[in-house]
């Protein structure tokens, strides 16, 4: 069944009873889980899988992580979990009997090899806080926004529950284990912090000082009851210490080498405009040198590009030609793909739909939160992914306008 509820300016989602008992069921049931992180792993995702294969081994499930991404840039113990890299699935790879995928609902966001495996486990999961789900054609629950406390649309108990007015993955799990009444202890806070705080901290809702090793919520995150009641009730089972190594682990621009800072540098010289200065832009082509130099689409560089556009939307340059920006772009290669990250000051869900409705295909996807998004194209052809710029472009100026 599909439910899209509506919004009613009460913001403190919560996952009902009946929800969490079926999620939990199937977890617990079940003899071997998958835990599934999306492809280019980010904290959210890893934490959300860290979370969950503890709760599962408190409660004797034996389970592995599936993860697209080297430990050592998220900073994850490896010791600790049950890791394996998609890269290390064999085309014969024995399944667990139920998998979970975990901050992602489409099919886009995974390798093909990670695809064709989650295509032959007998039951499948999903926690996420994404629009565009394509893993599933029914059986799922989509929250767009925030519910009143009392309200009760969302019925139905699904495999698939996804929630995209959540700020994280580590969020929604909160609200799972707190409807099951599992008590949730400093080593699961967090883990649950973490990903709450990356995933705030791409959003502009929470501020992230590594060298000070500070945390503190911005005003989009104070205004929002559901995500601020969950920062505060976790934050308040972790130490000053903990605080700091958190703050450390997600603002990783505050520790640059020098390429990186010359790099962060020249991003505002090679911003481009469009639409009386709306659209800001930076197209960094395939194959560019420095771009290379760097390693293309590392966590580093990730985070850089990420903090930019941040930058450019509440215009901390403090420049005139920054005054009207509504939508701000960057274009880069990742490997054999070529990729787009957006933020928005307006409702990206125009520009997903508009880019579905011309140019989605095969090759190409575009997708994500309501302020924040991106893409790719399976190409790193200067032409193709030229022109398949200019549709992104394209699409963003016709939802802008």
């Not at 060298?211 to 911005?218: A, K, Q």
């Not at 140019?359 to 399976?378: F, P, V």
């Amino acid at each position: 069944m599909k439910i899209s509820c509506t919004s009613i300016n009460f913001k403190a989602n919560k996952i009902i009873k009946p929800q969490a008992e079926y999620i939990n069921k199937v977890l617990c049931s079940s003899k071997n889980v998958d835990i599934i992180c999306h492809e280019d792993t980010d904290r959210d995702s890893a934490d959300s899988a860290v979370s969950i294969f503890n709760y599962l081994k408190q409660k004797g499930v034996n389970s592995r992580i599936i993860i697209s991404q080297d430990l050592k840039n998220l900073n994850l113990d490896k010791s600790n979990c049950n890791f394996i890299n998609s890269k290390e699935l064999k085309e014969d790879e024995p399944t667990g009997d139920t998998a979970i995928c975990v901050d992602f609902s489409s099919s886009e966001r995974v390798n093909q090899k990670t695809l064709n495996y989650l295509r032959k486990v007998p039951k499948l999961l999903c926690i996420d806080h994404h629009k565009g789900i394509n893993l599933v054609n029914h059986d799922y629950t989509y929250i767009s926004d925030s519910l009143d406390e009392n309200n009760n649309s969302v019925k139905p108990v699904t495999s698939f529950y996804i929630d995209s007015s959540a700020k994280s993955t580590t969020s929604i799990l909160y609200r799972l284990y707190e409807a099951l009444g599992e008590k949730i202890d400093n080593k699961q806070a967090y883990t649950l912090f973490s990903g709450l705080v990356d995933d705030g901290q791409k959003r502009s809702a929470i501020i992230c000082d590594g060298i000070n090793g500070e945390i503190s919520p911005d005003t989009i995150l104070i205004e929002d009851k559901n995500a601020y009641d969950v920062y505060v009730n976790l934050r308040k089972k972790l130490t000053p210490e903990q605080i700091k190594q958190i703050a450390k682990d997600v603002d990783i621009t505050s520790f640059l080498t020098k390429n990186e800072k010359q790099f962060q540098g020249s991003l505002f010289k090679r911003l481009q405009f469009e639409k009386d200065g709306k659209i800001a832009y930076v197209y960094i082509p395939p194959n560019d040198e420095e771009w290379n130099k760097l390693g293309q689409d590392t966590t580093i560089t990730s985070a850089i590009l990420n903090k930019f556009r941040r930058r450019v939307i509440s215009n901390d340059f403090n420049s005139e030609k920054l005054n009207n920006v509504r939508t701000v772009l960057t274009f880069y290669q990742a490997g054999d793909k070529y990729k787009v990250s957006i933020h928005s000051k307006d409702n990206l869900h125009y520009v997903y739909d508009n880019f579905d409705t011309y140019y989605k295909n095969e090759t190409t996807s575009l997708g994500g939160h309501t302020l924040r998004g991106g893409g790719r194209i399976l190409s790193t052809n200067e032409a193709v992914c030229k022109n398949w710029a200019n549709n992104v472009l394209d699409c963003v100026s016709l939802s802008i306008l």
